[in-house]
């Protein structure tokens, strides 16, 4: 069973930067997923953030963060970013990777990484 494994999360200052990563444990990223980026914050719904499909690569982002944000990935390393500049007291969630078919819906989900943007 594939687990989705986030990195890269803490507690930063607002205009800084930061990078998360996703990580597949126990499994890989296929040709006909796509990975996404979620985050959640207190007392708000889960929100998507951005998404890359592995194959091809294109991706799609939230107006919220694009332009700010963005999705990539690492094939040999087996990996999918989100490079997140310019961040502000309202990008502080707890952000979730997720995976599923292209086209069809997230099925996997890691456990979620802390974001935290002070002033």
């Known amino acids: 069973q594939v687990q989705l494994v986030e990195s890269g999360g803490g507690l930063v200052q607002a205009g800084d930067s930061l990078r998360l990563s996703c990580t597949p444990s126990g499994g890989i990223f296929r040709d006909d997923r796509m990975v996404g980026w979620f985050r959640q914050a207190p007392g708000k719904e889960r929100e998507f953030v951005s998404r890359?499909?592995?194959?091809?690569?294109?991706?799609l982002s939230a107006e919220s963060v694009r332009g700010r944000f963005t999705i990539s990935r690492d094939i040999a390393k087996m990996s999918v970013y989100l490079q997140m500049n310019s961040l502000r007291l309202e990008d502080s969630a707890v952000y979730y990777c997720?995976?599923?078919?292209?086209?069809?819906?997230?099925?996997?989900w890691g456990q979620g990484i802390q974001v935290t943007v002070s002033s």
């Open positions: 997720a995976m599923g078919p292209i086209g069809g819906s997230y099925e996997i």
């Open positions: 890359i499909l592995w194959n091809s690569g294109r991706t």
